[in-house]
C-alpha cells in the first residue's frame, strides 16, 4: 500500500487567520492520534496564502477520504468557513516506491 498526499492553497483573510490557524493546530493534533499527518506553511510576502500538506499511510485513510471521524469533520467545517481552496485542491497524489 502506498502513501498518500494532497497539497492544498488556500486563502484565508487576515481577520480570520486566527480562527483558521487554531482549527489547523487542533486538525494537526487529530491527525496524529488518527494516523496521518498535516503541516501547513504561509507564503513569505502573501500572508494571506497558505499550503496545507496532508499525508497518510494509504488514499484509504487519508483527509480528503469520505468517512472521517466526527471529530475531524466538525474542524474542518471550521476550517472550510474561513478559507478559500483553490481549484484542484483536494487532488489526491500515492506514492512512489
Given at each position: 500500500m502506498s502513501r498518500a498526499l494532497t497539497v492544498s492553497r488556500v486563502r484565508v483573510r487576515s481577520a480570520d487567520q486566527t480562527t483558521y490557524l487554531a482549527a489547523v493546530r487542533e486538525l494537526a493534533a487529530l491527525a496524529e492520534r488518527h494516523?496521518?499527518?498535516?503541516?501547513?506553511?504561509?507564503?513569505?510576502?502573501d500572508r494571506e496564502l497558505f499550503l496545507e500538506c496532508s499525508e497518510?499511510?494509504?488514499?484509504?485513510?487519508h483527509r480528503?477520504?469520505?468517512?472521517?471521524?466526527?471529530?475531524?469533520?466538525?474542524v474542518e467545517q471550521r476550517i472550510r468557513s474561513v478559507a478559500d481552496y483553490e481549484p484542484r485542491a483536494w487532488e489526491l497524489w500515492e506514492e512512489v516506491r
Open positions: 494516523g496521518w499527518h498535516l503541516w501547513i506553511f504561509r507564503h513569505p510576502t497518510s499511510r494509504s488514499p484509504e485513510s480528503s477520504g469520505s468517512g472521517r471521524p466526527a471529530d475531524e469533520q466538525a
